[in-house]
């Protein structure tokens, strides 16, 4: 089986901390993503790779960087975190046509 | 209007029934289309892909109507462990690499 493996399930930070968002895949897979999932807005992409030091901005990605040195390692970064950016935060990986394997999540909250 | 359209519900039935729900999408590009489940506090996984023609997979039906820019899909002989919420995506372009979720329709079978 994929597995997505997030580094943190729960983290708490303050306003205007840098945070690191780690998320790392065991299958070789081309394309990785950052989601994050609010309720009431659904999933919404925030930036996504399809190689290794290749990224692409998805729909939301003001506030945020990516870094993708590694194939299976794809990070989000939070330069200076804002209490807006408290949020459930997904990685994906896919081989593409559509399916994705999620890791279990990092919820994120920013005081 | 949001690119991906679902009734968030609740929906409540009753164990042993039929349900169904829609979703419309707005980008008449769009190529490919799939139902993801999530349950509560779990991460999203793919339950099925909607092909042209429609499909089935054991209980559960998925059809796709491209002139009215809508997807659904149908459970039948409902389960308990049917209960989660059901995540309309679509994604636009070859490859299909970016995926537009819905926000999900939630669903609760009652015994």
């Known amino acids: 089986d994929v597995k997505v493996t997030q580094s943190s399930r729960y983290l708490v930070k303050r306003t205007g901390e840098k945070v690191f968002l780690e998320c790392v895949q065991d299958m070789d897979h081309e394309n990785m993503f950052w989601y994050r999932q609010d309720p009431g807005l659904g999933l919404r992409l925030i930036y996504f790779s399809y190689d290794v030091k290749m990224k692409e901005k998805g729909d939301i990605p003001e506030g945020y960087s990516v870094s993708r040195e590694k194939k299976e390692r794809f990070s989000l970064i939070l330069e200076s975190a804002s209490t807006n950016q408290t949020s459930m935060y997904l990685c994906a990986s896919s081989l593409g046509l559509g399916k994705l394997f999620f890791g279990s999540g990092t919820q994120l909250s920013v005081l | 209007r949001k690119e991906v359209e679902q009734d968030p519900g609740p929906f409540n039935v009753p164990e042993g029934a039929t349900v169904a729900f829609n979703c419309t999408y707005s980008?008449?590009?769009?190529?490919?289309f799939f139902w993801y489940r999530q349950d509560c506090r779990k991460e999203p996984k793919l339950l099925m892909s909607v092909y042209s023609s429609g499909n089935e997979d054991g209980r559960f039906t998925a059809q796709l109507n491209r002139a009215s820019q809508y997807i659904s899909l149908l459970i039948r002989d409902s389960k308990l462990s049917d209960s989660a919420t059901y995540l309309c995506v679509v994604a636009a372009g070859e490859g299909a690499q970016k995926l537009v979720f819905g926000q999900g329709t939630r669903l609760t079978i009652n015994p």
């Open positions: 980008n008449s590009a769009s190529q490919s």
